[in-house]
Every structure is written in structure tokens, then in C-alpha cells.
């Protein structure tokens, strides 16, 4: 049972251009989520979260959006650069001091 | 500051054989978790730790084991490798609330 997916394994984007990445959840009491950046031979890096109590939450060139009624989020990086080439990861918990489950992962490629 | 450190980066080991990832962090974190990563696929949790003493199941726990006798190390155990667990192995640490510090992985194949 994949409680949180990312349906899209990959993606390409011109470079200046936006990415969209999404993630929909399942388990209606996450209220924590994150995105976390992977690069090849390395581990994961944290990125970007919001609570549930927001719907958006902006980091520089970084945004994430919640809609907890869809149970979905997406993260916004705009605009596109080709050091943002990585695997993308979903993940959720309930309450911040929580264990994490992460979605499957989708691979952005920027292209020049 | 190395933050979350593990060893080794990579190892064949036969199926059969016994060995032990190591994770220590340095950042005082109470909060440490195994991960493993296959092809294709999130991670799973395996294992995980609230502190010292005391370690709980994560997803897919069976053919592991841990222990956690200090803040800073968390072991993760394989007694019997078999080939389903050829994985890349990742450990994680987090004070809660600020998202997970992570090392940088094992990649274990079992042969």
C-alpha cells in the first residue's frame, strides 16, 4: 500500500523554464510534508516543508503548494536551472517529530 | 562537522554471510532511522530509534536487527544475507520537526 506516490518516474524541463513535480497521499492524517533533492552516490538532502495548517511555502526559486482537500502537493522550482537535475522525493508523516514515508521518487532533468 | 557518517560505501558480500552497516552522527540527534532504497522504488524504512536504548520495526524490518547503545551509533545487522536484500542502504538522523540529515549510503549486493 503506497501511501504517498509520485506518479511521473520522470520529467524534462528546459533550463529558465518551470518544473512541477507532484505527489498525492493517501493517509488523510499526514499533516507534515517534505521534498528532499537525491544526486547519484549521494544521500538525500532536505529542500523544502509545509504543515498542514498552509497551503504554500516559498524557499527562493523553491515553492510548495498543499492541497489537503485533493490530498496532493507539488513543488514549483522556477525558474529551472541544470544543477537542479536530481531525483526529487515526496515524503509525509504525521506530526513533524514523526518517521517519514517517502513517495518513489521522480527524476527532473533540465535541459540547457 | 561530518554530521551522518556510514561505512562502508560499498560491499559484496555471499548470501549466507553476516555484516554490520555502520551509522554515527555528531550532531547530538535523538532520532535515527535505516532506510533502504531499491531500483525504482522510495525508501522504506527498516528500523528506527527515539534514543538510546530504545530502537522500534519501521516497514520492512524482517532479516535485520539494530541496536542503539549511544546517541551517536546506530548499527544495522544482517545475519543471513540473501539476495532480496541487495539495496542501497541509507541512515538518517533528525531532532524532529526539521526534516532529516542523511548520509551517504551503502550499497550492499548479495550474490
Known amino acids: 500500500d503506497q501511501q504517498v506516490k509520485q506518479n511521473s518516474p520522470s520529467l524534462s524541463v528546459q533550463e529558465g523554464r518551470i518544473s512541477i513535480l507532484n505527489c498525492d497521499y493517501t493517509?488523510?492524517?499526514?499533516?507534515?510534508f517534505l521534498w528532499y533533492k537525491k544526486y547519484p552516490a549521494e544521500g538525500p538532502t532536505f529542500l523544502i516543508s509545509?504543515?498542514?495548517?498552509?497551503d504554500k511555502n516559498e524557499d527562493g526559486r523553491f515553492t510548495v503548494f498543499l492541497n489537503k482537500s485533493a490530498k496532493h502537493l507539488s513543488l514549483h522550482i522556477v525558474p529551472s536551472q541544470p544543477g537542479d537535475s536530481a531525483v526529487y522525493f515526496c515524503?509525509?508523516?504525521?506530526?513533524?517529530?514523526?518517521?517519514?514515508?517517502f513517495g518513489t521518487g521522480t527524476r527532473l532533468q533540465v535541459t540547457l | 562537522n561530518a554530521g551522518v557518517t556510514q561505512t562502508p560505501k560499498f560491499r559484496i558480500l555471499k548470501i549466507g554471510q553476516s555484516m554490520t552497516l555502520q551509522c554515527t552522527q555528531d550532531m547530538n540527534h535523538n532520532y535515527m532511522y535505516w532506510y533502504r532504497q531499491d531500483p525504482g522504488m522510495g525508501l522504506k524504512l527498516i528500523y528506527y530509534s527515539v534514543g538510546a536504548g530504545i530502537t522500534d520495526k519501521g516497514e520492512v524490518p524482517n532479516g535485520y536487527n539494530v541496536s542503539r547503545s549511544t546517541t551517536e551509533d546506530f548499527p544495522l545487522r544482517l545475519e543471513l544475507a540473501a539476495p532480496s536484500q541487495t539495496s542501497v542502504y541509507f541512515c538518517?538522523?533528525?531532532?524532529?520537526?526539521?526534516?532529516?540529515?542523511f548520509g551517504s549510503g551503502t550499497r550492499l549486493t548479495v550474490v
Open positions: 538518517a538522523t533528525a531532532t524532529g520537526g526539521y526534516g532529516y540529515t
Open positions: 493517509n488523510s492524517m499526514f499533516d507534515y
Open positions: 515524503a509525509a508523516s504525521v506530526g513533524t517529530a514523526s518517521k517519514l514515508t
Open positions: 509545509i504543515s498542514s495548517i498552509k
